[in-house]
């Protein structure tokens, strides 16, 4: 599903070692917390996962696409195959709840039919069927971060890239939205998740990839954001 | 090379241009221009503007090449004949006059022909006449007419040296102008219409960089969601053209009504000189070349804005 072999990332402006000797592997259905303190390099790693960043060095694959050698024409399609939540939702203002979704599933192609069909599903998965014509100024912050989690999955992307999604959440909306990702990869997609929310990772006992200063300092099954375990 | 690299751009371009998503782009098109309203209409001001600048340049030019055309067409030279050539010689000098490749029709004007020509012409007063029939002042001639009026100078000099010609009436002057301010017209109109597009690209090229920064959110998001460049590309394209296309309309409509108000300005002083193109030979012309000109500038403008300010 997702591969990482030996990637480094330096950021050529002010010559930052973002990532270092990078590998690791997750496999179909997993759910992974990248976790570290800020500035660690977990947040490049999302940013690779999601083509906002290229590799330095290393190669990639993602959904059977070589990331690292990816041409232009590509990248869309890459980007199609998995759905992206972030800390800051991402919404646009003007658009009711359902437009916003309508919006992400048009520019991808679908048809009228599957739009209409599929918008109910997704609010439903996340609980916010009520709240279709709603606009984003409307709810609360966790609502539409649902929202946004729904625009994820509208198009059934097998993988789902979390950068930080409850960064800007209280701690009882934070753990409702990674209930969600847990009932979504629950279904089969695989989750990953960027986070330094440090009782999220311990409550939820699953996979943790450790950042600190661009190399991977942990990777285990079940584990907890310290390394007691 | 440069053929090949436009074809896969095309190519693209066009594979991504789907009724649905076709109904998507023009939707979000409109809504863009709208939203973005008054640099729409600044747009918009510029391109007819511009286009109104052409339009007079094409109907002045336009009108000047008719008119210098009907002028041509009157335009004869007069071959006087010498007086002392008899009768019986003229055919041989029409021949002549006419075997010039240059001369498209030659009419024998003789001494009584002209005589009738000025009683018909003095009417009633015509008996003051009367004692020039034996007596005849006027001298036989041709009015020849040419064929290619640039090339007058040299027929001139051709049927000078014709025997029997006495004197060949010299146009040349008037001729030598109406050729010059057509000329002058026509260049002048294409560097003024070359100016103006490129005034009024790098106008609608700036527009759409404003709409592009106005939807940086949702191109952002379109990206993360997997649209394609072109995806992004088509609705700003659009709304350049809709800019162009409105902007020519309006042209249009004022160079219309401009222009039949000039029509009847000028039947209304009963001048039989000359005519000018009816509305109906010249709206069909002002309408093509606006509308296509209109969505040149509009597509380029926005392609110009896409290339330096839409990197995606």
């Known amino acids: 599903m997702i591969e990482f072999v030996d990637v480094c990332k330096t950021y050529e402006d002010n010559d930052t070692v973002a990532l270092s000797h990078v590998s690791f592997k997750v496999q179909k259905g997993e759910f992974v917390f990248v976790v570290g303190p800020s500035g660690s390099g977990k947040s490049t790693l999302a940013k690779l996962l999601m083509y906002e960043q290229t590799p330095t060095s290393g190669k990639i694959y993602i959904n059977d696409y ?34 916003n979704i309508q919006f992400a599933m048009q520019v991808v192609g679908a048809s009228t039919r599957e739009i209409r069909r599929r918008i109910p599903t997704v609010l439903s998965a996340v609980g916010l069927t009520q709240k279709a014509h709603a606009y984003p100024r409307q709810l609360s912050g966790g609502e539409q971060q649902r929202v946004s989690l729904a625009r994820a999955l509208a198009n059934k992307p097998p993988l789902i890239i979390a950068d930080e999604p409850t960064a800007n959440l209280n701690p009882a909306t934070a753990l409702e939205i990674v209930e969600i990702l847990e009932s979504i990869n629950d279904r089969g997609t695989t989750v990953i998740m960027a986070t330094h929310a440090k009782d999220i990772v311990n409550k939820f006992r699953k996979r943790v990839i450790a950042i600190d200063d661009g190399r991977i300092v942990r990777d285990c099954e079940k584990g907890c954001y310290d390394d007691e375990d | 090379m440069m053929m090949g690299v436009l074809c896969v751009i095309v190519r693209k371009a066009v594979t991504t241009m789907r009724i649905s998503n076709l109904k998507y782009f023009i939707a979000t098109a409109f809504r863009s221009v709208f939203k973005n309203g008054l640099m729409s209409m600044v747009s918009i001001f510029t391109v007819v503007c511009c286009l109104l600048i052409l339009g007079l340049f094409l109907a002045v030019g336009i009108n000047v090449n008719y008119i210098s055309d009907q002028v041509r067409a009157d335009a004869e030279i007069k071959v006087i004949v010498d007086n002392q050539i008899p009768d019986e010689n003229l055919p041989y000098i029409t021949k002549q006059i006419k075997a010039i490749s240059n001369v498209s029709s030659a009419t024998l004007v003789t001494k009584t022909d002209a005589l009738n020509y000025m009683k018909t012409a003095f009417a009633e007063d ?19 007419k040419l064929r290619d009026i640039t090339h007058a100078a040299e027929t001139t000099k051709t049927l000078a040296k014709i025997h029997g010609v006495a004197e060949v009436g010299n146009k040349q002057e008037l001729l030598d102008k109406i050729i010059n301010i057509t000329n002058g017209v026509k260049t002048g109109s294409v560097w003024i219409m070359v100016l103006l597009s490129i005034i009024s690209v790098f106008i609608i090229a700036n527009t759409i960089k404003l709409a592009v920064y106005a939807r940086r959110r949702e191109i952002n998001i379109m990206k993360f969601v997997g649209a394609t460049d072109w995806f992004i590309r088509w609705p700003f394209i659009i709304e350049g053209i809709i800019i162009g296309i409105i902007g020519s309309l309006v042209a249009f409509i004022i160079i219309s009504v401009g222009y039949i108000a000039c029509l009847n300005a000028v039947s209304s002083l009963k001048l039989d000189l000359f005519t000018f193109k009816s509305y109906q030979s010249v709206f069909s012309m002002f309408m093509t070349t606006f509308i296509i000109l209109g969505t040149l500038i509009g597509a380029i403008g926005s392609g110009l804005s896409m290339r330096k300010y839409l990197e995606v």
């Open chain 1, 66 to 99: 070589k990331v690292h050698e990816l041409t232009k024409q590509e990248v869309p399609y890459l980007r199609r195959s998995m759905g992206v939540v972030f800390q800051d939702f991402r919404l646009l203002p003007d658009r009711t709840i359902y437009e």
């Open chain 2, 126 to 144: 015509a008996s003051a006449l009367d004692g020039l029939q034996n007596d005849n002042p006027f001298r036989t001639s041709y009015k020849v």
